[in-house]
């Protein structure tokens, strides 16, 4: 379990690195996007054959941080999103 934690850690903050531009998530939101993205690749990995989903590979750990990218772009987006309109009001 702490081994799946520090893992959300590493693929949020490496999807973090990836995203550009500066974002405003804090550290409980970074585990959070990295432990979802992590168990995105997982399942992927294992619906294509190449492990489990709490296996650590290559090809799931890739796909982790692509989806964890994703999973910030879209937090980041919804945050401008809410900040925007809350301005405007």
Do not use: C, D, Y
């Not at 294992?46 to 989806?67: H, K, M, P, Q, R």
Request: aromatic share 6%; hydrophobic share 55%.
């Amino acid at each position: 379990m702490i081994g799946f934690i520090v893992a959300g850690l590493v693929i949020g903050a490496l999807a973090r690195l990836f995203t550009p531009g500066k974002q405003k998530l804090g550290l409980l939101a970074t585990l959070l996007l990295g432990l979802a993205g992590s168990v995105i690749g997982g399942t992927i990995a294992a619906i294509l054959g190449t492990g489990s989903i709490f296996e650590l590979n290559v090809f799931g750990f890739i796909i982790a941080v692509i989806s964890s990218v994703l999973l910030v772009g879209t937090a980041e987006s919804l945050s401008a999103r809410r900040k925007n309109s809350s301005i405007s009001r």
